[in-house]
């Protein structure tokens, strides 16, 4: 078993919809939890970071962060054609260089 | 704002070469991992330096080996390479400090280099 499971997808909404998407952990050390944004061919793209449990809010982008049920979140609001990337949850135990464990990745087509 | 710069962009190497690929981090950031995609895969992590000194390995081959230099910048040394080194490495950087009490750990990465064994 994979100490990050993400749900690979692909996953498709029309335009204007309220996206979720989620990862399990099993690793209880984690406590930086991050999204990345990544296009094909680019380079994963910072969207949140969230420090040990609870949410975080950034226009149209939410984190939540559920350490009791190790398992954290991404919405997006008013999804637009120009988030379809795929978006990968990414953890660590520690700051200063401490290894990172991205999950699979979910691929997001928002239809215009 | 200044980004993670890697150099270079691209490369091609035969099989048993080596590659050497290199990483500026944003001004002041004292933290650098290095990662390898291969196709349709999410990044996995090789290796990481804070302040110059080795931190955290992962799944890095023998065959490879890096280091962080005195200005920071870092750079991932690949010898004897093999077809499946074929891969995009990417190179993030962050800050390991604290602001307020709240731990600083954002990486951001850089564009990669797409290496390509032939």
């Known amino acids: 078993q994979k100490e990050v499971e993400q749900d690979p997808g692909p996953l498709s909404v029309p335009e204007g919809a309220i996206v979720s998407l989620n990862c399990t952990y099993s690793?209880?050390?984690?406590?930086?939890f991050m999204w990345y944004r990544q296009y094909s061919r680019k380079g994963p793209e910072l969207l949140m970071y969230t420090y040990s449990s609870g949410n975080k809010e950034d226009g149209r982008f939410t984190a939540q962060v559920d350490k009791s049920s190790k398992y954290i979140s991404l919405f997006i609001r008013d999804s637009q054609p120009s988030d379809s990337a795929t978006y990968l949850c990414a953890m660590s135990a520690g700051s200063g260089g401490f290894k990172t464990i991205f999950g699979a990745g979910t691929r997001l087509f928002v239809k215009a | 704002a200044a980004g993670v710069i890697q150099s270079p962009r691209h490369l091609i190497k035969e099989k048993r070469e080596t590659a050497t690929l290199k990483c500026y981090p944003i001004?002041?950031?004292?933290?650098v991992y290095w990662y390898q995609q291969g196709p349709g895969q999410d990044p996995q992590f090789l290796i990481s330096f804070y302040e110059k000194m080795q931190s955290d390995k992962g799944s890095i081959p023998d065959r490879f080996s890096a280091q962080q230099f005195s200005d920071y910048h870092s750079e991932l040394n690949m010898s004897s390479l093999e077809l499946g080194d074929s891969a995009l490495y990417f190179c993030?950087?962050?800050?390991?400090?604290?602001?307020?009490?709240?731990?600083?750990?954002?990486?951001?990465f850089g564009p990669g280099t797409r290496l390509t064994v032939l």
């Open positions: 993030a950087s962050s800050f390991a400090g604290t602001s307020g009490g709240r731990p600083y750990n954002e990486q951001f």
């Open positions: 690793n209880s050390a984690f406590q930086y």
């Open positions: 001004p002041r950031h004292d933290t």
